[in-house]
Structures are given as C-alpha cells and as structure tokens.
C-alpha cells in the first residue's frame, strides 16, 4: 500500500520559515495536498493541488510537489500556526495520509 | 454556509455495532461524494470511506472492508457509516468530510466529528 512520510516534529521561531516535507514513491506524479488540525479541532484544508490555497488561507502557506516530495512552506510563521499538519494523497482508490507533523513555534 | 454536523457516536462493546450520520447543509449535497476519516486518540488521519454523489462507487480503506458500510440519502442531505463487528482500534473520532468537485481527491469540508468507543 501507498505510504507517506512526514517528520514527527519541526521547530520554528516567530516570523521565520518553517518547512514540512511529505516523502513517498513518485508522489510528484500525483496531487498532494495540506490540512492543519489544531487540538481539539477538526482539520482545515491548506494547500490543495500541490500549491493552491483556498480561500481565507493566509498567503505565507504555500505548496510544492515534485519528484517523490511535497513540501509545505509557511513564512513568517506566527504564533497561530502552531498545529499538527498532514500531507494526503489519493492512490488506486485509497486516500492516504501523511503521518503528521507537529509544528512549535517557539 | 458548509455545515457537516456528525452524531451516533458513543460507548460499544467488542463486537458490537453502531450506526454514524451526517447531516449536510449549506450546499447541494446530491452533487458531492462525500468520505469519512477517523482519528484514533493521539493518533493522525485515517480515511475510513468514500461513497460518490449518486452511490454508484465506493470504497472502503483495507482495515474496515467487510465490517463498515457506507451509505447516503441524498433527498434527506445525510451521510452514513454502518460499523459492525467493532474493534478497540476502531475506536477514534469519526469525521464525516466533502470531497471537492475539482476532479482531485481531497477533502475541503469537515464536520467537527463524533466519538466512538470500544471497550468492554
């Protein structure tokens, strides 16, 4: 079965890059998307198709995808973006999940 | 508004069943597939099933084939999930969650999901 890969944790300071990868088999073929999920809430949709950004996300996400890593890029990272956040792909008829990074922003 | 508003969830024994809904609103419902992801405690995503906007397709994640049936009303704008045979690592919190109309898999709507426990 499809895997992603995410490292369990990244580290930030306030208004520096944070920089989250998602690794799995020619994932650049496919669409790769991004949701961040803080505690006790349901996940939000960040980056879709890759790069995208839906509406009311704030422009410092953003996305890209190629080769066997998606990344997810947050710039001038604030205190609010502390979150777990997950890549998710879809392959031979399955959604699959990243297996989550806890963003801190200290 | 999009509103996905989960409920059936609770306490069930080992081998027992349950049965999740959905409630959609805000948006026409019959024109969307529609998924549902769990969360098991401290744990990340797993998506559970996905059922296109007339029924026609579906799919079940590997871990829940033959146990979980989903299925939908569209005149009634209401998701289901049919647990049985309900194991301790089902247990988790059920998202009900809308796929996009954009022809690519991903989820763009979530409910605040419901709890399921499976303990004796």
């Known amino acids: 079965s499809y895997e992603l890969t995410q490292p369990p944790s990244v580290s930030v300071s306030p208004g520096q890059t944070a920089s989250i990868t998602c690794s799995g088999d020619?994932?650049?073929?496919?669409?790769a998307c991004w949701y961040q999920q803080k505690p006790g809430q349901s996940p939000v949709l960040v980056i879709y198709?890759?790069?995208k950004r839906p509406s009311g996300i704030p422009e410092r996400f953003s996305g890209s995808n190629s080769g066997n890593t998606a990344t997810l890029t947050i710039s001038g990272t604030q205190a609010m973006d502390e979150a777990d956040y997950y890549c998710?792909?879809?392959?031979?008829?399955?959604?699959?999940f990243g297996t989550g990074t806890k963003v801190t922003v200290l | 508004e999009v509103q996905l508003v989960e409920s059936g969830g609770g306490l069930v024994q080992p081998g027992g069943s349950l049965r999740l809904s959905c409630a959609a609103s805000g948006f026409t419902f019959s024109s969307y597939s529609m998924n549902w992801v769990r969360q098991a405690p401290g744990k990340g995503l797993e998506w559970v099933s996905y059922i296109s906007s007339r029924s026609s397709t579906i799919y079940y994640a590997d871990s829940v084939k033959g146990r979980f049936t989903i299925s939908r009303d569209n005149a009634k704008n209401s998701l289901h999930l049919q647990m049985n045979s309900l194991r301790a690592e089902d247990t988790a919190v059920y998202y009900c969650a809308r796929d996009t109309l954009s022809g690519s898999y991903f989820f763009d709507y979530w409910g605040q999901g419901t709890l399921v426990t499976v303990s004796s």
């Open positions: 198709q890759d790069s």
């Open positions: 020619k994932l650049g073929d496919k669409s």
């Open positions: 998710q792909a879809w392959d031979s008829s399955t959604y699959v």
